[in-house]
């Protein structure tokens, strides 16, 4: 199975603050590597596909990239609307697998 | 606009069995691979089986291998869960969600969820 790594587990940060999420494949999972947020009581919701691919109606506050093992997420200004956990998911090869979760707070 | 409508979830004692349903609307329903996603009370996200768009193909976690079938009925625009044998473990929020035109794809839309509780 692909195991899935995301750093860190959780971060606070002030309004309008770069905020920068890690995720590391096991292995070469070339940019099978989405993102997702899930605010508390509420469905996950696909933000970002393929690695950098920004979904349909997503801010362009919300970024991707990387490719192989290793791959970033960011949010270029935090905004109080994503309080939120993040989460990674790749779908290079079954089982499909997910990170552990990076929650976001407001400092 | 999309919609993914879960219901069937509830408390069920341990080795019981629950169905799961999920009715889909919005979208061709019998061109996109159909996946479980569950949660864990105050956990992540485990993926727990997907089916594609025909029903030819399924996959399961090794976590419900054995106990969980997923089906679909294309006719009626809807997901099946059949959750059997069910352990304490299996406690957790469970999700549709609807992902691409084959199986390894992201997930697009998802339902609200369905609280299954597994207890004595």
């Known amino acids: 199975d692909i195991q899935m790594t995301q750093s860190p587990s959780s971060l606070s940060a002030s309004v309008g603050d770069r905020v920068t999420i890690t995720c590391q494949a096991s292995q070469d999972i070339s940019n099978y590597l989405n993102w997702y947020q899930q605010k508390p009581g509420k469905a996950p919701n696909l933000l970002i596909y393929?690695?950098?691919n920004l979904e349909t109606g997503v801010p362009s506050r919300f970024s991707g990239s990387g490719s192989g093992t290793d791959f970033t997420f960011t949010i270029s200004s935090l905004q109080p609307e994503d309080i939120a956990t993040y989460f990674c998911q790749q779908h290079d090869n079954l089982p499909l697998t997910f990170g552990g979760g990076t929650k976001v707070e407001i400092k | 606009e999309v919609q993914l409508l879960e219901s069937g979830g509830g408390l069920v004692h341990p080795g019981g069995s629950l169905r799961l349903s999920c009715a889909a609307s919005?979208?061709?329903?019998?061109?996109?691979?159909m996946t479980w996603v569950r949660q864990a009370p105050g956990k992540g996200l485990e993926w727990v089986s997907i089916?594609?768009?025909?029903?030819?193909?399924?996959h399961y976690a090794d976590s419900v291998k054995g106990r969980f079938t997923i089906s679909r009925d294309n006719s009626k625009n809807t997901l099946y869960l059949q959750m059997n044998s069910l352990r304490a473990e299996d406690t957790a929020v469970y999700y549709c969600a609807k992902g691409g035109p084959v199986i390894l794809s992201y997930f697009d839309y998802w339902g609200q969820g369905i609280l299954v509780t597994v207890s004595s």
């Open positions: 919005g979208f061709t329903f019998s061109s996109y691979a």
């Open positions: 089916i594609t768009s025909s029903a030819a193909t399924t």
């Open positions: 393929d690695a950098s």
